[in-house]
């Protein structure tokens, strides 16, 4: 398979050489490209993965991918899997030797890859990650090595709703006191002060981790007192019915309905939710950063979005062209649009005000960009392990009643 | 038209025919002919079956001893390791809370499946208007794809908004939510309910099936004799319908033991693993944390308990027929 496929692309190789080229949009558009602009040469077409598969994600990429590819003077064949997919569509393509020209990867997943060998560094091709926020290039590099460049980032913070709270009176919180209290005033007959989702998958890791971290908490070792503190808070607004038992079999999805549908008065999520919130009639909603432990106490949020990638496809050629695509992907000019419409932040700060002036509902997860803290950070590849501890402690203490340290201590040691 | 000459040649041996000098050897013969056509109408379904079904379950005992992870896929390099992966799945915390759950979930859901199965097809015996029809109606469950059965029964079961929850609030003497999906002790209820309503069409359809089978004049000379009712049940319906349960019970045992969508669709195996089984870990081992060793490991115990169960049940069976 691998020999059919080397010869079939070095007969379309040869079939291009005998063409005249006109690249006239080469170097034209991407200011600093890398390797000054080689170019397409003999490159025709990129194959491109990701997983941006709903609206309006999907056009959105589609466009910028296009816009690139003539920027780099090739035409991009992009697929899109759902997200649950990737990996496995990843791990067949690794085996077959088919992995695509670029890839793109869910920042946690990108040591775990790395870590295969699948990955070309990008300093083969002279890229460097100048300019991004620390723990954005953290989570792109494995063992000191760069191997993805990620244009712009998310992360969660505290969405409200306006009417109920003002009908109650209540402010938006700023610290732990501050969100019982407040989710307390919040919570009526039909209504829970709060909404996050504690489901047993990464998705829950990710949501409590602002909380484990804004607390001191570490995930090299679960099984402290920060920690357990951060999980009595949340063992405590669904004991007190300011949130509902169901938190342990929400999505980030089911959770943004719930609050959506006025069942919540707040909720934890992200900015990506804006498309469906905005859509829904008669919900007038704000964000703010999460609230911290103590008011002295700065947030630490972990940051998500996806990051560029060049995989081993044996073809240097082909690689060096995929590389210049990835940093067209990453321009300045590019950032600060996919960001203002997106609803994302960029992942250079120097970036991040001119995008707030455009797109003022990003300031809340924007403020939180300098402490924003990779889930790879410190484990790399081992971060899963640690993610099903966490996920799996939350869950004990939520549903079996569980005293939070001793749930975190069993997790521990169980994985 | 050489098969014409050699026809006739048992007729005419000894005559022209002989002074030819001997049969025709090799392919020619008449006998390793057809051993080759026989071979060659055996190729296929033997080659489907080597390549369907014994390289599949070979290719996972093969893992089940190997370190293979998502570096196996890009280099090609699973290191052998012994016994490592079943040390390590079987000496999980998590695996006797797997097997009890899957013992239940498949005890629960077979008993249920077949109890209500068993009664409706006897209630269809009868006829009365629209029976026809009801009957088709009682497929549905079966019909439905089971991704949707899941998101459909997790939205009914929720436990603030769920239309269950709702209705019991209506009944006098309720005041409690019941967390159907949130609660260890409801949750594997919940999901061996779902799976409950989704089995009783096979069994219904299948035992409807048996029924038709058993004459009537058996019930005819049956009620001069005196047996009606539950007695005409026990003493006709039972034993002549025995064959047809032991088939539905082996089939269903069989598919209740490798649920994995359904669990996934409502609870994803939680809440803290309240709704854990063999097949929702071992696919939470390959497919979560892509330790497709320690999963292939567990998917191969899976494998040795549905043998098992096959084989009891077949024993019990043959026995039950011998006597």
């Not at chain 1, 992009?78 to 990737?86: I, K, N, Q, Y």
């Not at chain 1, 990710?206 to 804004?214: D, K, T």
């Not at chain 2, 009890?100 to 249920?112: D, H, K, R």
């Not at chain 2, 319906?237 to 994995?260: D, N």
Request: charged letters at 15%; glycine letters at 10%; proline letters at 6%.
């Amino acid at each position: 398979m691998v020999r059919r496929g080397t010869s079939r692309r070095a007969l379309a190789a040869a079939l291009a050489l005998g063409v005249p080229v006109a690249l006239a949009g080469c170097g034209g558009s991407d200011g600093g490209s890398a390797g000054g602009g080689g170019g397409g040469g003999d490159v025709e077409s990129l194959r491109v993965l990701d997983y941006y598969n709903n609206e309006p994600d999907k056009t959105v990429y589609q466009a910028l991918l296009d816009a690139c590819g003539e920027a780099v003077g090739v035409s991009v064949e992009r697929e899109t899997v759902p997200g649950a997919d990737l990996i496995s569509t990843v791990l067949q393509q690794s085996s077959s030797q088919t992995l695509p020209d670029v890839l793109m990867l869910d920042n946690p997943d990108l040591q775990e890859i790395a870590a295969s060998g699948a990955l070309a560094p990008l300093g083969d091709f002279g890229i460097t990650a100048e300019g991004y926020a620390d723990g954005v290039v953290e989570a792109s590099s494995y063992e000191g090595d760069l191997y993805g460049l990620q244009p712009v980032t998310n992360t969660i913070a505290l969405f409200y709703n306006e009417a109920l709270l003002a009908e109650a009176g209540v402010e938006p919180p700023t610290t732990w006191d501050e969100l019982e209290t407040a989710a307390a005033a919040l919570t009526t007959e039909d209504t829970y002060g709060l909404a996050f989702s504690a489901i047993n998958t990464y998705e829950g890791t990710w949501q409590f981790l602002p909380f484990m971290w804004s607390n001191g908490g570490d995930e090299t070792d679960i099984a402290t007192p920060e920690t357990a503190e951060a999980l009595q808070l949340w063992v405590d607004l669904v004991g007190s019915g300011s949130a509902s038992q169901s938190v342990v079999n929400w999505s980030q999805a089911d959770v943004n309905d719930q609050f959506a549908a006025g069942n919540a008065a707040m909720q934890v999520n992200g900015p990506w939710q804006f498309p469906v919130l905005d859509g829904t009639e008669g919900l007038d909603y704000g964000v703010v950063p999460l609230p911290a432990p103590s008011p002295e106490e700065t947030v630490v949020a972990p940051f998500g979005g996806e990051t560029w990638t060049v995989p081993q496809t044996g073809d240097p050629d082909r690689q060096a062209v995929a590389a210049e695509l990835v940093q067209c992907l990453n321009e300045d000019d590019t950032v600060v649009d996919l960001a203002t419409e997106r609803g994302t932040v960029p992942t250079k700060p120097a970036l991040v005000d001119p995008v707030v002036q455009e797109a003022p509902a990003i300031a809340p997860f924007a403020e939180q960009l300098p402490d924003l803290r990779a889930r790879t950070g410190q484990l790399g590849a081992e971060w899963p392990t640690a993610a099903t501890a966490i996920y799996t402690a939350v869950q004990d203490a939520l549903v079996n009643g569980t005293d939070p340290a001793e749930a975190l201590a069993a997790a521990q040691q169980g994985s | 038209m050489s098969s014409v000459a050699e026809r006739r040649t048992p007729a005419s041996s000894s005559s022209a025919d002989a002074g030819r000098g001997g049969r025709p050897r090799g392919l020619r013969s008449p006998r390793t002919r057809a051993r080759v056509l026989e071979l060659m109408f055996l190729a296929p379904a033997t080659l489907y079956l080597l390549l369907f079904f014994a390289y599949p379950v070979v290719k996972n005992v093969v893992m089940g001893f190997q370190e293979y992870t998502t570096r196996t896929f890009f280099t090609g390099e699973a290191p052998w390791v012994g016994l490592d992966n079943y040390a390590a799945v079987l000496g999980s915390s998590l695996f006797s809370r797997a097997l009890l759950n899957t013992v239940l979930f498949t005890v629960g859901s077979i008993l249920g499946q077949f109890v209500l199965g068993l009664a409706i097809a006897v209630f269809f015996q009868r006829r009365f208007p629209l029976s026809g029809a009801l009957r088709s109606l009682l497929l549905l469950p079966w019909l439905v794809p089971l991704i949707v059965t899941s998101a459909v029964w997790r939205w009914m079961l929720d436990q603030d908004n769920g239309v269950v929850n709702r209705t019991l609030e209506l009944l006098p003497l309720v005041d409690a939510r019941p967390g159907w999906l949130t609660s260890t002790s409801l949750a594997l209820v919940a999901v061996i309910v779902v799976n409950i309503w989704i089995g009783i069409p096979f069994n219904t359809t299948i035992l409807y099936g048996g029924l038709q089978e058993v004459p009537e004049e058996l019930y005819e000379a049956g009620s001069l004799d005196g047996a009606t009712g539950w007695k005409a049940f026990r003493h006709i319906t039972w034993p002549l319908l025995r064959p047809v349960v032991t088939v539905v019970l082996v089939l269903g045992v069989v598919y209740t033991l490798k649920v994995l969508d359904i669990i996934l669709g409502l609870t994803g195996g939680g809440p803290a693993n309240a709704t854990q089984t063999l097949s929702t870990q071992s696919y939470e081992l390959s497919f979560r944390q892509f330790d497709f060793g320690q999963g292939a490991a567990l998917g191969n115990v899976l494998i040795v308990i549905s043998l098992v169960f096959a084989v009891v049940y077949l024993r019990a069976n043959r026995r039950a027929v011998d006597e």
